[in-house]
């Protein structure tokens, strides 16, 4: 691929593009009912620039109406989604604070990628040279000239992240964003993502794909039945590291580990969890004391553990549910 001065290949992000603004997103016990249905209760959570927050929760639990909501396309019935200190439609020229892509198949058929980013660049004042500049960032401009309604879901991912960009906003806005994207795709917007957050950009996006948000978001927000459920850094959710080891005497290793130390705690199966991060400390220690392992390694938790044991009870499964409609929980199998 011809690779301009301006902007590299897909391969690799963009280099930095002007000043950033550093505007968080506040969501302020937000609420929206349609009839006698919650969407989206009492929602209060912070995004903050510099970082990438996933919105996560499963089917139907009110995440892409919160996102409608902070971008003004849906009324709340109470609270408030601030874009910094303002609601969207007061910003002035909101193209320039945040940009959204929240339906990858929201173009006009009849119409090209280029025309369709050129209609944009129009409505807010953007210069025409940064549609192609755009189309070559996110990887299509061999299909500028196609008709939007033949590109593959991949291509309108692309072309719909473009959109977003297009008045190179100090908010990123996008939900499932990673859908349609080839492996070669999913990898070079895990690091165009990280890139806009480490320029200083607010980055929000929800995501099903629980082991591609895992490697790139730094804090989360996870709904269910439109409340949320936790909220803050990776790090800070997954709680302190443990090591599960399994010997055929659990009373003499826990005391071995005492000694030295190291605390323990019964587990699963007749073994140990051990608070540390080192597995090879407890194999040297049960080495030293003469016990065999039948089992030893970490206990890491990773973000679709922790999304299944925050979502999937039968709290989340029934509240709220809409006769007819099934509250759907992706399979963990899906999330691979």
């Known amino acids: 691929m011809t690779v301009?001065?301006?902007?590299?290949?897909?391969s690799s992000p963009p280099p930095p593009s002007g000043?950033?603004?550093?505007?968080?997103?506040?969501?302020?016990?937000?609420?929206?009912?349609?009839?006698?249905?919650?969407?989206?209760?009492?929602?209060?959570?912070t995004v903050e620039p510099g970082r990438v927050t996933g919105f996560l929760g499963p089917n139907g639990a009110g995440k892409t109406t919160t996102m409608r909501m902070?971008?003004?396309?849906?009324?709340?019935?109470?609270?408030?989604?601030?874009?910094?200190?303002?609601?969207?439609?007061d910003l002035p020229n909101p193209m320039r604070v945040v940009g959204s892509a929240l339906e990858a198949t929201n173009f006009h058929p009849g119409r090209s990628g280029r025309d369709h980013l050129r209609v944009l660049a129009d409505a807010s004042d953007t210069p025409l040279r940064r549609v192609d500049e755009l189309l070559e960032l996110v990887g299509i401009p061999a299909a500028a000239k196609q008709r939007a309604g033949g590109y593959s879901m991949g291509?309108?991912?692309?072309?719909?992240?473009?959109?977003?960009?297009?008045?190179d906003p100090a908010v990123v806005i996008l939900d499932e964003p990673a859908n349609g994207l080839d492996p070669e795709g999913i990898r070079w917007l895990r690091e165009f993502l990280r890139f806009l957050a480490k320029e200083g950009r607010t980055v929000l996006i929800s995501s099903h794909m629980l082991a591609e948000a895992d490697q790139i978001v730094d804090d989360v927000v996870i709904i269910a039945n439109g409340?949320?459920?936790?909220?803050?850094?990776?790090?800070?959710?997954?709680?302190?590291?443990?090591?599960y080891v399994r010997t055929p005497d659990v009373a003499a290793l826990a005391s071995a580990l005492t000694a030295r130390g190291v605390l323990s705690s019964p587990g699963e199966r007749g073994g140990l969890i051990v608070r540390t991060e080192d597995p090879a400390r407890v194999?040297?220690?049960?080495?030293?004391?003469?016990?065999?392992?039948h089992e030893l390694h970490p206990q890491a938790s990773d973000l679709e553990d922790l999304f299944f044991r925050l979502t999937d009870t039968p709290e989340h499964r029934n509240r709220n549910t809409v006769p007819g409609i099934p509250h759907a929980v992706p399979e963990r199998g899906e999330q691979r």
């Open 70 to 89: 902070l971008l003004g396309l849906v009324r709340p019935t109470s609270g408030v989604a601030l874009i910094g200190d303002h609601q969207y439609q």
């Open 155 to 167: 291509m309108r991912q692309r072309l719909g992240l473009a959109a977003a960009l297009l008045g």
């Open 227 to 243: 409340q949320i459920v936790a909220q803050g850094s990776i790090a800070d959710l997954r709680g302190e590291p443990t090591v």
């Open 4 to 10: 301009t001065t301006a902007y590299p290949s897909p």
């Open 19 to 45: 000043p950033i603004l550093g505007v968080p997103l506040h969501v302020r016990d937000l609420t929206k009912r349609f009839g006698a249905f919650t969407a989206v209760d009492r929602l209060t959570f």
């Open 283 to 293: 194999g040297d220690i049960a080495l030293e004391a003469g016990m065999p392992i």
